[in-house]
């Protein structure tokens, strides 16, 4: 299995931004693609962003598209998103997953088989 440890998530206001990181270890995320997933309390987990193992096809859910980006550094092994103008409702603990979806599967959580710890996001106002 792959580890993956999410960091950068933190108390930030409307407007602001951050950049969430993806560590992986155990061995190389090279070939994985890589997703990022959110769920806030009371609802189900829901998809973010995805990145294919050469950087080449991203996908995003319409509700971050314009104002997030989601990169990878294969050398680092180590995933990225970017979010800008964050809103109240982007508030969510974030986790980070790596799989071998098919292309049409890219958003589809349980085609994942290794995820990350998750790392708590805050909007205020």
């Known amino acids: 299995q792959v580890q993956l440890v999410e960091s950068g998530g933190r108390l930030v206001q409307a407007g602001g931004s951050l950049r969430l990181s993806c560590a992986a270890s155990?061995?190389?995320?090279?070939?994985?693609?890589m997703a990022w997933f959110r769920q806030a309390p009371g609802k189900e987990r829901e998809f973010v962003a995805a990145?294919?193992?050469?950087?080449?096809?991203?996908r995003y859910a319409d509700s971050v598209q314009g104002r997030s980006t989601i990169s990878r550094d294969n050398a680092k092994n180590t995933a990225y998103l970017q979010m800008n103008s964050l809103k109240p409702e982007d508030a969510a603990v974030y986790y980070c997953?790596?799989?071998?979806?098919?292309?049409?599967?890219?958003?589809?959580?349980?085609?994942?088989?290794?995820w990350g710890q998750g790392t708590q996001v805050t909007v205020s106002s």
């Open positions: 997953a790596a799989g071998a979806p098919t292309l049409v599967d890219i958003d589809r959580a349980a085609d994942y088989a290794d």
């Open positions: 155990g061995r190389t995320v090279s070939r994985y693609t």
């Open positions: 990145i294919n193992w050469n950087g080449g096809n991203r």
